[in-house]
């Protein structure tokens, strides 16, 4: 019998965490970079990508931001490299995108429905800030909703699925979202394979409990058969147990900084590749072969590197 392959993703910095959150996230265009790389040599085939202000870490969106990271973890690596379309919730759809369109990604994410996405109550903790802005971020999201209409999701499969050839990420934050996927799924828009990445803990979303993840295993089986992929993200303290259940129920995994910055109880991670050698050490032990960059786009069906405008 053939040893499973695992897809390991590697979130590197994304737009929730602030750099008053840890030393160790990286925000500079040469520390995205540098993180990327490595992550990848220590076994992540995907790289799922955000753009960040180089003066204050605050969440970025211009192409220009991107291209200073994007071309050295494209020389560096064969990795996948997947852009984020979920930028912030402060962005609009346009700036979304702007980095995916830009260099016509093999890869993105895709946000399957609206939500309250919420990190407020990370302010009880935390007492000083590097920057301004991270405390009116923060707060911002007692209020704020994170917009994936239908509408939304439409333009995200045409300007970018449909013109570009880049194949998605499907971002589901609780079992609707799954049924929104298989709306689009049942009028030809989404065409497999699917490749699902369960969210679990985040506020306003389903929450972070083993019960929960075999739940929504349940429901994909339901709406979508054998037809897709699945990786699961645990938010915070639950990354590492429930992508190791995730491994345990037969899917692929995502880690990295954005989705944690730990690396056990009370220790912050110094880097993504940290947890990216400690998921691979646990797959390796579970008696399960980690996938490279290749075998994870013959897995996705996706266009390949040469493809991207990158080059």
């Not at 590097?130 to 499969?157: C, K, L, M, P």
């Not at 739940?215 to 089986?221: R, S």
């Not at 995730?246 to 900084?257: C, D």
């Not at 990216?276 to 996705?300: F, K, N, S, W, Y």
Request: proline fraction near 5%.
């Amino acid at each position: 019998m053939a040893t499973r392959k695992v897809i390991i993703t590697c979130a590197v910095t994304g737009s929730i965490h602030t750099p008053s959150m840890s030393p160790h996230l990286p925000v500079t265009p040469e520390q995205i970079a540098d993180q990327a790389i490595e992550a990848a040599e220590a076994g992540a085939a995907i790289l799922h990508l955000h753009a960040r202000d180089p003066k204050d870490g605050r969440p970025a969106f211009d192409p220009t931001t991107y291209r200073q990271f994007l071309p050295r973890i494209h020389a560096a690596t064969d990795a996948v490299i997947n852009i984020t379309t979920g930028g912030a919730v402060t962005m609009t759809l346009d700036q979304r995108l702007a980095g995916a369109l830009d260099v016509s990604a093999e890869m993105a994410s895709c946000n399957m429905g609206s939500m309250n996405f919420a990190i407020f109550p990370i302010l009880e903790k935390m007492k000083t800030f590097e920057h301004d802005w991270e405390q009116v971020y923060i707060e911002g999201t007692r209020s704020a909703i994170f917009r994936n209409t239908f509408a939304d999701i439409e333009q995200i499969f045409e300007r970018l699925g449909r013109a570009h050839g880049t194949r998605f990420e499907f971002e589901c934050y609780e079992v609707g979202h799954l049924y929104n996927l298989k709306h689009f799924v049942d009028r030809g828009l989404v065409t497999g394979p699917i490749f699902l990445q369960f969210v679990l803990g985040v506020l306003g979303g389903i929450g972070a409990d083993p019960e929960n993840l075999v739940h929504m295993k349940h429901i994909a089986d339901k709406l979508f058969g054998e037809r897709y992929q699945w990786s699961v993200l645990g938010a915070g303290r639950h990354q590492m147990p429930l992508v190791t259940q995730a491994a345990l129920m037969g899917g692929n995994v995502r880690v990295g900084l954005e989705d944690s910055l730990m690396s056990g109880p009370g220790r912050l991670a110094t880097s993504n590749a940290e947890q990216v050698r400690t998921i691979r050490g646990v797959l390796e032990a579970l008696g399960m072969a980690i996938a490279t960059p290749d075998e994870a786009r013959q897995m996705l069906g996706l266009k390949g590197r040469d493809k991207i405008r990158l080059g």
